[in-house]
C-alpha cells in the first residue's frame, strides 16, 4: 500500500527557506512521479513541482528558479527546497504521486493520485 507522509512546514518571514521532505514507499518511488502541490485558502490547487523515477524534474511557473525537488532514494524521500519564498507562497503543501500505469501528466491530479496528510507552509512579510 503507497503511503506518504509530509513534513517539514512551518512559518518563516519573506526571503527565507523550508525544506519539505516527503517519506514515500518504495513502490511509489519506482512506479511513477512523486510531486508537491499546494493550495492558498480561496485559491486552486496549484501544481509546484514533481520528480519521476528517471530522475527528470519538472516545475510550475511559480517554483521555477526558486524551489528545487529532489529524491533520497537510499531513504525513499522526495525533498522540496523552498528559497527566496515570497508572502504568496503561503498554503497548504501536499506531496503526491499516481502510478505510471494511469498516464497523464504530472501537474494534472485526478482520482488516481494518492496524497500525504499536507504540510502548512506560512510566510509573513
Known amino acids: 500500500q503507497v503511503q506518504l507522509v509530509d513534513s517539514g512546514g512551518g512559518s518563516v518571514r519573506a526571503g527565507g527557506s523550508l525544506r519539505l521532505s516527503c517519506a514515500a514507499s518504495v513502490y511509489a518511488m519506482n512506479r511513477g512521479f512523486v510531486a508537491w502541490f499546494r493550495q492558498a485558502p480561496g485559491k486552486e490547487r496549484e501544481a509546484v513541482a514533481a520528480v519521476y523515477p528517471s530522475g527528470n524534474t519538472f516545475y510550475g511557473n511559480s517554483a521555477r528558479g526558486r524551489f528545487t525537488i529532489s529524491r533520497d532514494i537510499a531513504v525513499n524521500t522526495v525533498h522540496l527546497q523552498m528559497n527566496s519564498l515570497k508572502v504568496e507562497d503561503t498554503g497548504m503543501y501536499y506531496c503526491?504521486?499516481?502510478?505510471?500505469?494511469?498516464?497523464?501528466?504530472?501537474?494534472?491530479?485526478?482520482?488516481?493520485?494518492?496524497w500525504g496528510q499536507g504540510t502548512q507552509v506560512t510566510v509573513s512579510s
Open positions: 503526491t504521486t499516481r502510478d505510471g500505469r494511469y498516464g497523464g501528466t504530472w501537474s494534472v491530479a485526478d482520482g488516481n493520485n494518492i
